[in-house]
C-alpha cells in the first residue's frame, strides 16, 4: 500500500484547511487508518484515527470539536478537515494505515505516506 498526502498550507489562526490521502494497492478498504503529525523537536503524535469502515474515530483532545476524520472506501482516500486552526497545529502531518482500528501509536502502521506542512500563523 502506498499513501500520499496533500492539502497543507500556510493559513492565519482561525483558518481551515483539508487534508487528503490518496491509497494506492486495492487494500484501503480493510485497513485502519489515522493522521499523525510532528511539530520540530516533538515526537510524532497521533491526532485522528478511523476504523475499517469509518464507523469509529478517535480524536486526541487538542483537536476534538475543530477537526474531522473521514475517509471513502470506494475513493481510496482519507480526509482531515481542520478548522479552528491555532499556531500549536503547525507541524508536518502524516496518513498512516495499519491493521488495527483505532491504533494510538505509531508503531501500529506500517505504511506511511510523506508529510504535508501545515503552518498556522498567528
Known amino acids: 500500500v502506498q499513501l500520499q498526502a496533500s492539502g497543507g498550507g500556510l493559513v492565519q489562526a482561525g483558518g481551515s484547511l483539508r487534508l487528503s490521502c490518496v491509497a494506492s494497492?486495492?487494500?484501503?478498504?480493510?485497513?485502519?487508518a489515522g493522521w499523525f503529525r510532528q511539530a520540530p523537536g516533538k515526537e510524532r503524535e497521533v491526532v485522528a484515527t478511523t476504523s475499517r469502515n469509518g464507523g469509529r474515530t478517535y480524536y486526541t483532545n487538542s483537536v476534538k470539536g475543530r477537526f474531522t476524520i473521514s475517509r471513502d472506501n470506494a475513493k481510496e482516500t482519507m480526509y482531515l478537515q481542520m478548522n479552528s486552526l491555532e499556531p500549536e497545529d503547525t507541524a508536518l502531518y502524516y496518513c498512516?494505515?495499519?491493521?488495527?482500528?483505532?491504533?494510538?501509536?505509531?508503531?501500529?502502521?506500517?505504511?506511511w505516506g510523506q508529510g504535508t506542512q501545515v503552518t498556522v500563523s498567528s
Open positions: 494497492g486495492d487494500t484501503f478498504s480493510i485497513l485502519a
Open positions: 498512516a494505515a495499519g491493521y488495527y482500528d483505532n491504533g494510538g501509536s505509531p508503531n501500529l502502521y506500517p505504511y
